[in-house]
């Protein structure tokens, strides 16, 4: 079993935010995962920083490992976070069930860690494993280690096979944070890419889903709209099968209904927006929900749109 | 020794014994031995009994289970008994997995963690060999809402090792973080009753049993388990269960031949019940059990018990034989039973249960009333679905019955075809005014008699298809009627089956996870409404004996009516009409191609990868000049092929309604593995097997009756370039295969006179019917 790390940087590397993940994996000392660092185009390493890199064993720019039933890619950012004992909780689903893509469950990037595990154990609280592990232990989850523990009581997985489940893509197809298995990929696709997880998950019998958040990454879709609709654009609907072609639509639309609204939360500049829009209404394909945003930009025009969603 | 097995087995389940044994030998953890209750004598010393653990044979008084169970108890050795049944099996972490548990106390009621499936172990282990997954557990068989989705993570070492901090972790959760289990302790004991109360999967302290004097009761058949558990209960402060299933419960879809306990068909099985729950809570003495136990014996009364005291009712178990005796019985019961629990019984049911408890009497209408008014509940609850079948239910099978009337149906509705049109076309001609027919069709169906004389056409499952369901003196169905379908006395069924079987029916099915796990048992009470079954051939005669265990005496020696257009004289006048009604031109000839439909093209709901397998193109270049080829795939493809680049060479009529119509016209046919080549053969002329995945479907052919190799009356070709030869030299394939030709026409097709109709019709209807 081998797990290949691919760390890609979404514009210039931030060289500070790839040490702390860094620092993440090898504190986790797992022995059969590497860590490649993918370079976009034009950007190089400081000498400083090969040397570091070298010490860390960590690769530039290599192509993952050898197909194999149990060799996993994961493409992730590198402002993403691991949590301790991830790649652990990774291995052992991987040996349970391989072959299967895996997708995981993460906590955001924009709230407080603690926060969101605490949140997730109310949630939870009336889980019979979280009941019996609180009678097993006394003490309130003020320690990050207890707080851990007590999400490791919770972990779990489920073996998915309703693939076309338009809802559930949107943990499915992704181009970061996913555990990909290297004997589906296809070499044709990038790497870092959501045309490969989706090419993944057509190829896929089923799917692996494991609950409990081991990262905390971004929302594509929130981040970096127009990147995401980038994305979503290289996926060539004509190439699909008959069976994927409906789903897709449905899927893409929700998605172009993700970025609206996320678009509108300020991020984006004020002309860049209006552009996204433009794109977005020049896109859609009826029939659209007339209550949703993608509905309503079919009846305005980018720049009255671009008034009322700011 | 950790664990002692405990199987209590019966002489016919010895090999269910020999697969558990197969399967306990997987097992992770050998610390364990296994006590076999069980009359026969076993030959312990065979090599093949020569395990990495101890096995033990006892013998013991009575044929009950309990009384197995009881003299098991009595030789086992190990620190904890672990209750297995022979026709179940464990996955192999399974002991392994209860053994790491620290600590695990003496006063615990322990559980594997049942998982119901109708998968025998056998087709299992097939599967696992096939494609190995370690956390592949079979194929749920319990209800759909209670599947378990989630695999809880025993996490490992390393895990525990990523910890930033040096907290301490106590050792019993550090064990618990290794091997999860849940617990049920304190204020939550009673909690999952239902699921404490199944003695299979238990793990038990025998000191525990051995201090206390448990033991099961021998004398009730059925219920042995009640008084043991219960007190198991009484004495343990918790109930733990694995946080993974590991113990697989199989449920028997045979119960005809191979009932497990709970399946038998025993009248007196409520009076068992409600006697070993009388003994049990009589027993009891912690008050907080004894409200536990009384909710749950109290609601299987609400849920279970009214059904089968219903007038009229359906219910799958045994109908009550003895309701006054069985009413004293629980007369007396519920005066055991807690106020607190009564009273949290919905309104009417208690009012029931309150009158039975106060006096011993029967209360019918209040019982009736209850049942009716669940099943308009039911009816309500799905927005008025089942209405029409509740009307069936209520009135129309009180509704007198038409003497004149006959009901048609043909392949559940989708088509106007097969023998009950023969048999329709027959009537109208012989016996023309004498009857009223009345045709199903699905909506949007075509083709139908409408508009024929003294024919009306119904919808499936609408008003006037129940109604007349109901009231029809005949019925003529070539597939299987409803489940619900009540056979009225002075009605007449004729099943006139679909074909002769090709590959393994019903009862001669291997015991695997079908659609419906009980199709055995469904299959075997519609079968039993039949009151003739029309055969084609003595063949068939053999098989539907085996495969729908029906008796020989109600089977019509008659031949398919269905096949008599293929004998008529008329047949080349009405082939040119076909072909004409088809627009294929009269000077060519016709090869018709009917592939089976293959599971394994299916990919998904709403798409099939079919492709066709067979050279079109080559075919149309070499052949095109004299032949046009007729598709007839199965209808599930049907709208899936796309045959526009063909031209004229191609008519793809898989959805023409009566396949007979196709053979009439066609020259020579090419199929694979359906069975339409039976039919086929009356008209002798020559067969084409292009079986191009042959090998691949080996194990498929193991499910056949007939020897592919051998019974054929034409060439198994692998490739187009076979198929090409074969059809440019046809009359040296009808040389090579004359004689095989002639066997299997004796075999199949010696009843096919041409006749069939008119035997069936003077079978199935008596002289004043036809007056």
Not at chain 1, 21 to 41: C, D, K, M, R
Not at chain 1, 225 to 249: C, G, K, N, S, T
Not at chain 2, 621 to 644: A, K, M, P, Q
Not at chain 2, 661 to 682: G, H, W
Request: glycine share 4%; hydrophobic share 40%; charged share 20%.
């Amino acid at each position: 079993m081998h797990v290949f790390i691919n760390v890609v940087p979404q514009t210039k590397l931030d060289w500070a935010c790839l040490s702390t993940l860094v620092g993440e994996l090898t504190s986790q000392h797992f022995a059969a995962a590497s860590i490649n660092l993918q370079l976009p185009a034009g950007q190089a390493l400081t000498t400083a920083q090969q040397q570091q890199a070298t010490e860390w064993g960590l690769t530039v720019n290599q192509s993952p490992v050898t197909p194999a039933p149990l060799n996993y890619v994961i493409n992730l950012r590198e402002n993403d976070h691991i949590l301790p004992g991830a790649l652990q909780q990774w291995a052992q689903v991987i040996t349970n069930h391989p072959g299967s893509p895996i997708s995981l469950a993460a906590f955001d990037l924009q709230q407080s860690l603690d926060d969101q595990i605490m949140a997730y154990v109310a949630d939870h609280q009336e889980s019979a494993l979280q009941q019996t592990y609180r009678q097993l232990v006394t003490e309130t989850i003020d320690d990050p280690d207890e707080r851990l523990l007590t999400l490791w009581s919770l972990q779990s997985y489920s073996v998915q096979t309703n693939l076309q489940n338009v809802r559930l893509m949107t943990q499915r197809i992704r181009p970061t944070g996913i555990l990909l298995p290297t004997e589906l990929l296809t070499s044709t696709l990038p790497l870092v890419s959501a045309a490969q997880a989706f090419a993944i998950l057509r190829q896929a019998t089923d799917i692996v889903r494991l609950h409990v958040p081991t990262l905390q990454r971004a929302m594509w879709a929130e981040a970096t709209p127009i990147a995401w609709l980038d994305e979503l654009e290289a996926i060539d609907p004509a190439q699909l099968d008959v069976m994927w072609q409906p789903v897709y639509a449905d899927y893409f639309q929700r998605q172009l209904n993700a970025i609206l609204t996320a678009a509108g939360h300020k991020q984006l500049s004020k002309p860049a927006h209006t552009a996204l829009l433009a794109r977005i209404k020049q896109l859609t394909t009826r029939p659209t929900h007339h209550w949703s945003r993608l509905g309503l930009l079919q009846l305005l025009s980018p720049r009255v749109a671009h008034q009322l969603f700011y | 020794m950790k664990f002692s097995i405990i199987t209590p087995c019966q002489p016919s389940e010895l090999s269910q014994l020999l697969e558990l044994r197969h399967n306990l030998s997987l097992q992770a953890t050998q610390d364990f031995e296994w006590v076999i209750a069980l009359n026969v004598p076993l030959d312990l010393d065979a090599t093949d009994w020569h395990l990495p653990f101890a096995v033990h044979q006892v013998t013991f008084k009575g044929t009950t289970v309990g009384a197995a169970r009881n003299a098991a108890l009595q030789a086992a050795t190990g620190d904890w008994l672990v209750f297995v049944d022979s026709d179940d099996y464990l996955t192999p972490n399974a002991l392994a997995e209860m053994a790491a548990i620290a600590p695990l106390a003496a006063d615990t009621l322990a559980d594997l963690y049942q998982f119901p499936t109708y998968e025998p172990h056998t087709s299992f282990v097939a599967s696992q060999q096939q494609l190995p997954i370690k956390d592949r557990l079979p194929k749920w068989g319990g209800a759909k809402r209670r599947q378990p989705k989630n695999h809880a993570v025993n996490l490992n070492e390393a895990t525990l090792g990523s910890l930033t901090t040096d907290i301490t972790v106590a050792p019993a959760t550090l064990n618990w973080l290794q091997h999860k289990y849940t617990l049920n302790s304190g204020d939550n004991r009673w909690e999952q009753f239902n699921r404490q109360l199944k003695i299979t999967g238990k793990v038990i302290n025998r000191q525990l049993v051995q201090d206390q004097h448990l033991t099961f009761d021998a004398d009730n058949a059925l219920y042995p388990d009640y008084t043991f558990l219960t007190q198991v209960m009484a004495h343990t402060s918790a109930y733990l269960r694995l946080a993974n299933p590991t113990y697989i419960r199989v449920k028997h879809n045979d119960p005809v031949n191979q009932p497990s306990v709970h399946q038998l068909d025993v009248p007196d099985r409520w009076q068992q019940r409600v006697a070993a729950w009388h003994t049990s809570l009589e027993a009891i003495t912690d008050p907080e059990l004894h409200l536990a136990f009384s909710r749950y014996s109290l609601y299987r009364l609400h849920r279970f018990l009214y059904m089968a005291l219903a007038t009229g009712a359906t219910a799958e178990s045994a109908t009550v034989t003895d309701v006054p005796g069985l009413i004293t019985q629980l007369h007396n019961f519920l005066q055991l039973v807690d106020e607190e629990a009564l009273g949290e019984v919905s309104m009417l049911s208690r009012h029931i249960l309150n009158r039975i408890r106060r006096q011993p009497v029967y209360p019918r209408h209040a019982i009736n009333r209850i049942v009716h008014l669940r099943q308009l509940g039911r009816v309500i609850k799905h927005r008025g679905r089942g209405i029409t079948r509740l009307s069936y239910m209520w009135w129309f099978t009180k509704m007198p019955i038409k003497s004149k009337t006959i009901l048609y149906e043909s392949f559940l509705g989708r088509n106007f075809s097969d023998s009950p049109k023969a048999v329709y076309n027959y009537l109208q001609t012989t016996y023309p005014g004498k009857f009223k027919h009345v045709w199903i069709s699905n909506p949007g169906v075509t083709g139908m008699p409408k508009g024929q004389p003294n024919t009306i056409v119904v919808k499936r499952f609408g008003w006037r298809y129940m109604y007349y369901l109901a009231t029809a003196k005949f019925q003529v169905i070539n597939m299987r009627q409803p489940k619900w379908f009540v056979k009225r006395p002075g009605t007449k069924f004729l099943a006139t089956w679909h074909g002769t079987p090709l590959k393994h029916l019903v009862f001669d099915m291997d015991n695997v996870a079908s659609a419906n796990p009980l199709y055995k048992q469904i299959f075997f009470q519609q079968s039993r409404q039949w009151d003739y079954l029309v055969t084609a051939n003595q063949f068939s005669v053999d098989v539907f004996e085996h495969a729908f265990m029906y008796p020989v005496e109600k089977m019509l020696k008659s031949g398919y009516p269905r096949n008599d257009i293929l004998s008529a004289p008329d047949r080349d006048a009405r082939a040119r009409q076909i072909k004409e009604k088809l627009g294929i031109p009269q000077d060519k000839k016709i090869i018709l191609y009917a592939p089976t439909w293959r599971d394994d093209d299916y990919y998904g709901v709403g798409d099939y990868k079919f492709t066709l397998k067979l050279d079109i193109n080559r075919l149309k270049r070499e052949l095109g000049d004299d032949y046009v080829l007729v598709l007839r795939t199965h209808y599930f493809i049907t709208e899936h092929l796309d045959t526009t680049g063909f031209g004229d060479f191609v008519y793809n009529e898989s959805s023409y309604d009566d396949i007979a119509e196709l053979y009439l016209i066609s020259d020579v046919l090419i199929t694979d593995y359906s069975s339409v080549f039976f039919d086929y053969a009356i008209l002798k002329r020559p067969i084409l097997y292009f079986v191009y995945d042959y090998e691949k479907y080996g194990s498929v052919l193991r499910g056949f009756y007939l020897d592919m190799e051998k019974d054929l009356p034409g060439p198994l070709l692998k490739t187009n370039d076979d198929v090409l030869a074969a059809l440019h030299n046809l009359p040296q394939v009808t040389k090579d295969y004359a004689a095989a030709y002639a066997t299997f026409s004796q075999r199949f097709n010696a009843w096919e006179d041409g006749h069939a109709t008119q035997r069936v019709v003077d079978a199935f209807f008596d002289k004043t019917d036809l007056q």
